[in-house]
């Protein structure tokens, strides 16, 4: 099964790093950043569907992040800048 980096709740992205066994119908990793005044927190699962996406003029778009590997969802505040 794929395995994933987990948390539920916005979490330092170094501080992320529960490792879940994902189901079979779980086939890739999905990262989501939250910047909140300039401090950028992520949740981080295992998931069935994973759109990507990108931050709006706004900033109101939550990114996304997708990938399909073991472990792969290590991304964070650098895919930001």
Do not use: F, H, W
């Not at 099964?1 to 994902?22: F, G, V």
């Not at 998931?47 to 996406?53: R, V």
């Not at 073991?70 to 991304?75: A, I, Q």
């Amino acid at each position: 099964a794929l395995q994933c980096y987990t948390c539920y709740e916005p979490t330092d992205s170094e501080k992320c790093m529960k490792i879940q066994n994902c189901t079979k119908n779980e086939t890739m990793c999905k990262t989501t950043l939250y910047s909140i005044l300039g401090a950028v927190t992520v949740t981080r699962m295992c998931a069935s569907t994973c759109i990507p996406s990108n931050v709006d003029g706004i900033g109101m778009t939550r990114p996304v992040s997708c990938c399909y590997t073991d472990l792969c969802n290590t991304d964070g505040a650098d895919s930001l800048r």
